[in-house]
């Protein structure tokens, strides 16, 4: 890999995110130990940026800190997967019901349109979990809450540790893209309290398949 050559701020960021997809990607699996020194000369950098990055992936939820024992990649347990989701399934539903009571027509379009993607992309694993939470996402900003939007982004993290095995199981994508559809209808008929019920389903579902 090239060396990374930026400021002293910027670089331990840029770190951060390598090693945030590399966690994603199970390149680094939960409850591995997270190698210092080979990943401060992979990349070509001393190990205080590198520090830095684990501190961040840290307060994120992505690694842990272990006293004289350096940074693991975070195994999360079932207790921590129900609490992930029941946060997410309070927070989005509240957004939904937002949404659906205050959305301009343009930005439901938009919604739609995010909608029409994923369903295109069901036979495209990686597509289909991007169009997902880009959905998700869009629908928080639409609700337009920063503090929510924060809330959501540090929790979402955590249960991407776990988000392939819920969609590998067989029929959790059908399914899935089924509860959206739901959603999306109950979004376009103004419906708050129905887009809510929808949303917290969603994430009922969600975690029955993760579990």
């Known amino acids: 890999m090239a060396e990374l050559s930026l400021s002293p701020r910027a670089l331990y960021e840029e770190v951060a995110e390598l090693l945030r997809q590399r966690i994603f990607k199970r390149e680094l699996v939960p409850g591995s130990w997270i190698d210092e020194l080979k990943l401060a000369e992979e990349y070509g950098i001393s190990r205080t940026p590198l520090r830095e990055a684990l501190k961040v992936l ?42 659906a009571t205050h959305a301009s027509e343009a930005q439901l379009r938009e919604l739609q349109a995010l909608h029409n993607e994923l369903e295109k992309a069901l036979s495209n694993r990686e597509r289909f979990f991007e169009i997902n939470e880009a959905f998700h996402m869009r629908l928080l900003e639409i609700a337009n809450n920063r503090w929510r939007d924060q809330m959501v982004a540090d929790l979402r993290k955590v249960m991407k540790l776990n988000r392939h ?20 209808a109950a979004l376009s008929a103004r419906d708050g309290d129905a887009s809510a019920q929808r949303m917290r389903e969603h994430f009922r579902n969600g975690l029955e398949a993760a579990a």
């Open 58 to 99: 840290a307060t994120e939820g992505l690694v842990t800190m272990k006293v004289r024992r350096g940074a693991y990649v975070t195994e999360v347990s079932e207790r921590d997967l129900a609490d992930v989701y029941h946060l997410l399934a309070l927070l989005e539903s509240d957004a939904a019901s937002a949404v």
């Open 165 to 184: 095995n819920s969609l590998l199981k067989s029929g959790r994508a059908e399914e899935s893209l089924a509860e959206h559809r739901a959603i999306m």
